[in-house]
């Protein structure tokens, strides 16, 4: 049995140990078949024009089992690809030849070196040579074109377009509540037919419900007891509106009784055989209602025609209403419909009210008191971080920024020992630097070449705010990377001074980033309110957006 064992754990540790070399072989083989691999680049020139293209390409050549990666998107920096070729492939037995060709070029002029291109065989890097290339200028022949002046900035009116398009939405959105207000609340609705047999007069009323009793199917159902109750309540509901007799609410004998006095006061001209008639009707429907008495069907016929007849002979004996009392009845009808139109725009005042103080109540809850004071009447920094931006490149060496205003060209005067150290300087700014926001970005190249004394233009912009009354300035300082990479300072802190016109004491806020190398400086410089988060969103926009050349 031992035997049998160790003869099975020898097999297995075989088996284990065959894939392991089997394993390792063939990864030994994969990266053999990398470390024969030969990897080249080429330029198909080293100068270039401005926006002129140069070809690069890279040539691999191994094995054909091997998985080859190229380079994909933007990994020529400084240097632009504008189009990668398809790779073009070439076997040769158990060999391949892989070419693939970029287009390169680059717009502005200046040296630049194509850093080395990262090519992967089975996980396996390999790089490429750099190359240093130049693009120059297109040269312009002056005596056939001249040169003029740079043209002066032009002031163009402010796109309202998203003003406008906001207030569109607006005026839609109070068109669709007042429609449905005007639906739901202030038209005139049609009447339905309750509505519409109300409104008759008590006699045509009275007929027509008696019409729509005799159509019933009370009498065939042997319903007697609805029949009857019906039939009373509509003789009664005629002799309270019409003969003004307090009908409802009387007993059959109290009823019979004020009729009787009608007639014997003159105001009401009846037969005494109607009234016996009438009285008869009552009594048998208290029966009926009461003592669950059935009478025949022809009987409960023949009653709602005396009905009809008593509703007839009682409008006959009423007399005619006084041209006075006609209007009083119209002056009625019509304050009734009036007090019906207030009814409807108080409930449709109500409503929009209602909407508008609990839409009001859920934006107060969600946004906050201060967004929405601010959204609705307005708040400088705010509509500049909402407006619409502009990208764009100012002075030489260039600084490409975004920021909410297009930055405006500034004559400043300087001392003279500076503008004797000076080569050119541009400056660009927009808004005041005691407002509620301000930028202002500067290039400044010089006659030395030598390196940008950081210090000494940070100890420059903090003696301009100290000038401008600025007081107990805090400053801070931390390295600084442009969106391209490019090494810079920032310097940024806090100070107060004090407001002309309320007196009151201020909070501001600076941040100032510097860029520069041999000859040349680059400054971006904002100022903002404290506690304004509106501008710190602008600030934290503009710095991710700052971008430098590195060489003047």
């Known amino acids: 049995m031992r035997v049998q064992n160790l003869k099975f754990n020898v097999q297995c540790f075989a088996r284990v140990a065959c894939k392991a070399i089997t394993f390792c072989f063939l990864i030994s083989s994969l990266s053999n078949y990398a470390q024969d691999s030969r990897v080249s680049a080429e330029i198909d020139t080293t100068t270039i024009k401005i926006g002129e293209q140069m070809q690069y390409k890279i040539t691999v050549e191994t094995d054909s089992l091997n998985l080859v990666y190229f380079p994909e998107d933007q990994t020529f920096s400084p240097v632009e690809m504008v189009e990668a070729l398809k790779i073009d492939t070439t076997k040769n037995k158990d060999r391949v030849t892989l070419q693939r060709i970029y287009a390169l070029t680059q717009f502005d002029s200046g040296a630049y070196t194509i850093p080395p291109q990262r090519i992967a065989i089975n996980e396996e890097p390999f790089f490429t040579d750099s190359f240093r290339i130049r693009v120059g200028d297109v ?13 002066p900035l032009i002031e163009v009116e402010k796109n309202n377009a998203k003003l406008w ?24 609705k049609p009447l339905t037919e309750e509505e519409k047999v109300a409104l008759l007069p008590p006699f045509d009323r009275a007929l027509l419900q008696l019409k729509e009793l005799e159509n019933s199917r009370y009498l065939i159902q042997d319903e007697y007891k609805k029949y009857y109750s019906e039939l009373t309540d509509i003789v009664r509901s005629y002799l309270e509106e019409d003969a003004h007799v307090s009908a409802l609410e009387s007993t059959t004998d109290q009823l019979i009784e004020k009729l009787e006095l009608l007639k014997d006061a003159g105001e009401l001209a009846i037969e005494d055989e109607t009234l016996t008639q009438f009285k008869k009707v009552l009594q048998t429907a208290d029966l009926v209602k009461f003592a669950k008495s059935k009478p025949p069907t022809s009987v409960a016929e023949q009653d709602r025609i005396l009905v009809e007849n008593i509703v007839v002979k009682t409008k006959e004996a009423l007399p005619e209403p006084t041209e006075e009392e006609l209007l009083q009845n119209e002056a009625y009808l019509e304050e009734l419909e009036k007090k019906k139109q207030r009814k409807r725009i108080y409930i449709a005042a109500a409503v929009f009210g209602g909407l508008v103080l609990l839409g009001g109540g859920a934006s107060l809850a969600y946004y906050g008191f201060k967004t929405v004071k601010d959204t609705v009447f307005g708040y400088p920094t705010k509509d500049l971080l909402e407006g619409e931006w502009v990208n764009s490149s100012y002075g030489y060496p260039p600084i490409d920024i975004e920021t909410p205003e297009v930055l405006i060209r500034q004559d400043q005067e300087l001392p003279d020992e500076v ?20 930028v202002t970005a500067s290039s400044a190249t010089f006659k030395e070449q030598k390196e940008a004394n950081f210090e000494g233009a940070i100890g420059n912009a903090l003696a301009t705010f100290e000038a401008q009354g600025i007081r107990n300035i805090i400053p801070k300082q931390e390295e600084f990377v442009s969106k391209s990479g490019v090494q810079g300072i920032k310097t940024y802190g806090s100070g107060q001074y004090q407001d002309p016109l309320s007196k009151d004491k201020k909070k501001i806020k600076y941040a ?6 041999k000859g040349f400086m680059q400054q971006v410089l904002m100022t903002w309110e404290d506690g304004d988060d509106y501008a710190e969103k602008i600030v934290e926009r503009i710095l991710a957006s700052v971008d430098v050349k590195t060489q003047a």
């Open 139 to 151: 040269a312009v022949d002056t005596t056939k074109q001249k040169l003029y002046d740079i043209k």
């Open 165 to 188: 398009i906001i207030a569109f939405f607006i005026l839609l959105g109070v068109f669709i509540l007042g429609a449905l207000v005007y639906w739901f609340f202030l038209r005139k």
């Open 419 to 438: 503008r004797e150290a000076l080569k050119s300087i541009q400056i660009f700014s927009s808004g005041s630097t005691l407002g509620v926001f301000s």
């Open 512 to 517: 100032i980033v510097l860029f520069g190398g």
